[in-house]
Structure formats: C-alpha cells, structure tokens
C-alpha cells in the first residue's frame, strides 16, 4: 500500500464500511490482510531463491547435472527445440 494517502485509506475504509457494514468489516480487513501477508511471505521466498541460484554458482552445476538449467542457455549450449 505504498501509494495510498492518508484520505485515500479513509474513503476506502468508509466505502467498506458501507458496503459491508459494521459487522463484516473487521472480518474482511483481517483476511486481507493475512492475505497480503502471504502474499508477501511468498514473494520474498521467491526473491531468497532467486538470488541463492544467481549468487550460488555450484547450485547452477547441480541443476545442470540435473538437466535444469537455472539461466538461460548459452550460445555453445544446445537447446531444446519443440
């Protein structure tokens, strides 16, 4: 939520609050926001791989024993053909 305002968290909240209703709208908030906590959790898993398998070259030697290639093929590196 980086580029929300103050007074746009405010109208958001409001339209919920009237969509919703009293009742409803805590429950909502709370699974939005342990939505977005997973999300975040997922992505940053993401990223810690990434970088691992740039940053790791024996981890690019295991794949490619493997048969994964964990970057894209080189010019002296046969690739598959569909």
Not at 12 to 23: K, V
Not at 24 to 45: D, H, I, M, N, Y
Not at 51 to 63: G, L, S
Request: without cysteine; aromatic residues 2%.
């Amino acid at each position: 939520m980086g580029n929300l305002g103050g007074g746009e968290v405010l109208v958001i909240l409001l339209l919920g609050l009237l969509i919703l209703g009293p009742s409803k709208l805590p429950e909502v908030t709370r699974q939005v926001g342990r939505a977005l906590r997973e999300v975040r959790r997922a992505t940053r898993g993401f990223q810690e791989e990434l970088r691992a398998a740039v940053e790791d070259p024996a981890a690019e030697m295991e794949a490619r024993a493997r048969g994964d290639a964990l970057t894209r093929p080189t010019d002296d590196e046969p690739t598959e053909q569909a």
